[in-house]
């Protein structure tokens, strides 16, 4: 769902994450709406890299300063600490080593902002207890064999392999089905059955 000026919402809050005249590489960035809204409302120095031409067009054509990547190849050519902050929004899923992306997210940005869907939402395990098929979601839209989703987690799954990495959570948002923030915490029960997408603000230990 997309918050004010067309923003979506979990963009939204990522982009409240970030702080102004920061220097951030956005993965995945699409048509570049984050790094646009970035760019005009906290003077940030951005960058971005999307896997689709298409994508690159519409960033390029928006004057936006975008690469064609992925992020399980590319990440590793770019210097530690590169960056105030890393995005990965709702990519680290349709990654083939989520493990790998998310340790390369936190080399070079010195914070790396990550959202992701729940595989463990409510609405997801109903659906596959009463047909015996994968569910669908506004997030999990495409069928088993189409989908670019390939390693899809829970909330606690999620944080496990951010403290397995080391990682420290500075900041955790949880979101209902229309984009609403819930209060509850991350690591709670609630959130793990209640939540249709987290998103986090990670850092390495110091």
Request: with cysteine; proline share 3%; net charge neutral.
């Amino acid at each position: 769902m997309s918050g004010t000026n067309g923003l979506r919402r979990d963009l939204r809050l990522i982009a409240d994450m970030v702080a102004p005249g920061s220097r951030v590489l956005d993965i995945g960035c699409g048509d570049g709406a984050l790094l646009a809204h970035l760019s005009a409302e906290k003077d940030v120095d951005g960058r971005g890299m999307e896997l689709s031409q298409a994508g690159v067009n519409a960033c390029v054509r928006s004057g936006l300063s975008v690469i064609q990547g992925d992020a399980d190849n590319d990440l590793a050519t770019y210097p530690a600490g590169a960056f105030d902050y890393a995005i990965l929004s709702q990519t680290l899923q349709a990654t083939r080593q989520p493990r790998l992306v998310l340790e390369r997210l936190t080399r070079i940005g010195r914070r790396a902002i990550v959202s992701v869907p729940n595989f463990g939402y409510w609405r997801v395990r109903l659906g596959l207890l009463a047909t015996g098929r994968m569910p669908h979601s506004s997030l999990l839209a495409h069928s088993w064999y189409d989908t670019p989703n390939i390693h899809l987690c829970t909330i606690r799954d999620f944080l496990a392999l951010a403290a397995d990495l080391g990682l420290v959570v500075e900041q955790a948002q949880m979101l209902d089905r229309v984009g609403q923030p819930w209060r509850f915490k991350a690591d709670s029960g609630a959130a793990n059955w209640l939540a249709e997408q987290g998103v986090f603000l990670l850092r390495r230990a110091d």
